[in-house]
């Protein structure tokens, strides 16, 4: 089958015709939409000589009703349509193309393409989903300026949008009305977007520095417009911030952003018209914690930053995915450090980073950032593109500086401006501007899997030296046997024993100062510093300046002194979570062995200096007061065994309880706050500080602190304190407080699908023996449905983090798993691909639960599946 056959990067051609103006329009109906389309057409500069080649566009789910070359129809003999492509045999060099299709977008349950979300219309066509609206050559190297032209009934969809700017508007027939819109700046289809529907908005201004007076707009459902504020104010950071930081103006009169129920991802970039999951534009102090508040800035920067880095700058095609991709996840990275607390945000990132995306390298779906084939590029919006392509634009901004590194931007968005792009114009600006030779570099974009680095270092008191030898290796990755060397700039110090200070450094007899970055380019390679004043602690890879595992046999000292001592506070973090690894693998190995649990009184009398030291952020101690999550840990363990690491984290975390009882009780109490919610750093520092503390407290199922939960649930302040207290209670064995809260809590907000979105979660996730069975039941709840992503993700894939229920030995938790992949490949191939994940790392675990899961796996490959759900099992089950 056609559609099961992969696509390479090596055969790569500039399509043959290119579309330089499109004139669509849409008779908008539920079950029959009319799509009339006028294609100006091209013969590309390339293929100029070529003779005679025929016209090829995508087109799939489309009824053809019309077609016709230059005002003449087309007889039957002069194209041939299969359920991909259409094809005319004979066409001019340059010439008009007409077609009329009609579509379902009340069947469309794929939610790409154009589909229906609560009785809106509204479209998703990244990355192939234009080929569902009309035939189109639809691959991003094809840009074209639009035109659109949208009808629809006045009462049920009395707003009409779509890219650029209203041109024209009026009354049609039969209750009808149209708007058309235009859009000048050429661009590829995946861009294009149209919503009609019943909405209302939220409209403010921003000046551009040029003095562009753009119209700003947030439309969502009536309902829903007390919750847009932050997502406005958001936008204007972004803006402001990009113009001051990159230089980027906006460059149209109108940006719009619409928020809807039913979306795949979190949100979409589409030129002028951006449109969003609702969980990621909307937000009210009641209904949504500072996490999410944080998310909406972050994602409504990111789409906003596109409008350069995709948009105006877009990809050749899509193996250069993390071109824009890597780049926007950076820059809205470095917009959420400027505007919040900059250390948190890198622990927050390298600790997601370093738990899913160093898993997905482990796993059998590894990629490197570009890769050189795919069956579905549905599959490959992953966090390799996204999160370690943003790593891998960070290395370069650290190698170039950042002076040099916006020279190279700035050269980067003016020489490529309107154009279809490759991740070697992008490194190849970087390595202009600044004179450095990036050829070892760009491995990092071909190279899957995760560099391992074993450091070894020793002090030589005679010589007042201290010698540091590092050898890097990529373990193999499906279809990379062997791996090359890279270059890994390594940024550390030495920290003086004696003295706690970054001790001043010489290498080569030339002075790097206190904080150096070396370069790792070799397989082994050997430093050493000279004039050392003490004998030091190294503290390597500081601020995580490459996405690499770094193994140093540090000893339990070693890193209680870094903790205190480390100048760079992530890796006083990182040295903090380094002590509890160590405890936390002891604890696994007596779990295992079944000999008694002992703590570890290094990490209780670490943890007692943070609590009742001085801090001067508290948003950094409450990251240091958290553990290694049960997914991370397991990430450290040859063979994962997740009974035993559930229990090693829960004693740890009781044993930090009991002994520190006051000092988790004062901080708790010193961090009540009065004043009116606000989503700013201080107050969200305070806040986690105060429910991580509670949470130790809880998990001792200690009186006092249970009632503290049971108020803090009560007092209903905000939504961030009141689902840590609905999740404390819920996750301890008092369901005797937990149901009551559980049920008063649903009632309360069974109007509200994004709060409901989190109590599935909070009940699915769980660890008590019960959550499978919660799962089943909440299946049946009335607001629960397979047919909206956010549903599924809040309660299966929930379930699916659950890691003692998920792994249940008696194969309950991957059954269940997998019959919903099984139902849902026939709705929504791109939400299924994704859920499958946590069977598809079946290798890490212990025989039994192997086989268990690959016979699931299995099970899938027996159903007629999707091209998405077959890439991503063919793969896992591959030997
Ligand atoms: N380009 C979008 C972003 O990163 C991603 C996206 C949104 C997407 N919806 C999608 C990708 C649907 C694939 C399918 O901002
Ligand atoms: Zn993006």
Redesign the pocket.
Known sequence: MSAMQPTYLHDYQPPAYRVTHTELKFDLSSSATRVTARLHVERHPAHQDAGALPLVLNGEQLTLKRIAVDGEELEADEYAQDDATLTVHRVPESFLLDTEVEIDPAANTALSGLYQSSGMFCTQCEAEGFRRITFYPDRPDVMATFSTTVIGDRATLPVLLSNGNPVESGELPDDRHFVTWEDPHPKPSYLFALVAGDLKKVEDRFTTQSGRDVTLQVWVEEENLSKTDHAMASLKRAMKWDEETYGREYDLDLFMIVAVNDFNMGAM?NKGLNIFNSAAVLTHPHTATDAAFQRVESIVA??YF?NWS?NRVTCRDWFQLSL??GF??FRDQSFSADTNSAPVKRIEDVSMFRTAQFAEDAGPTAHPIRPDHYIEIGNFYTLTIYEKGAEVVRMLRNLLGWELFRRGSDLYFERLDGQAATIEDFVGCMSEVSGLDLTQFMHWYSQAGTPEIDAHGEYDYAKSEYHLTLRQRTAPTPGQPDKVALHIPIRMGLVGTKSGQDLKMTVDGESVGTDTVIHLREYEQHFVFTDLAEAPVPSLLRGFSAPVKLRFPYGREDLAFLLQHDSDGFNRWDAGQRLAMLALEDLIAAHRNGVEKVMDVRVVEAFRTLLTGETDDKAVLAEMLTLPSEAYIAEQQPVVDVDAIHAARTFVKQSLAYALRDEFMAVYRANQLDAPYAPEPQQIAARSLKNVALSYLVAIEDEEALSLAQAQFDADHNMTDVRSALTLLTHSSRNDLADPALRAFGEKWSHDPLVMDQWFSIQVTRPQADALDRVKFLMEHPKFSLKNPNKVRALIGAFASNRVNFHRIDGAGYRLLSDVVIELNKLNPEIAARLVTPLTRWQRFDEARQELMKAELERIRAEDLSPNVYEVIEKALAD
């Open positions: 970039e990111h789409e596109h995709g824009k991709e926007t996840v």
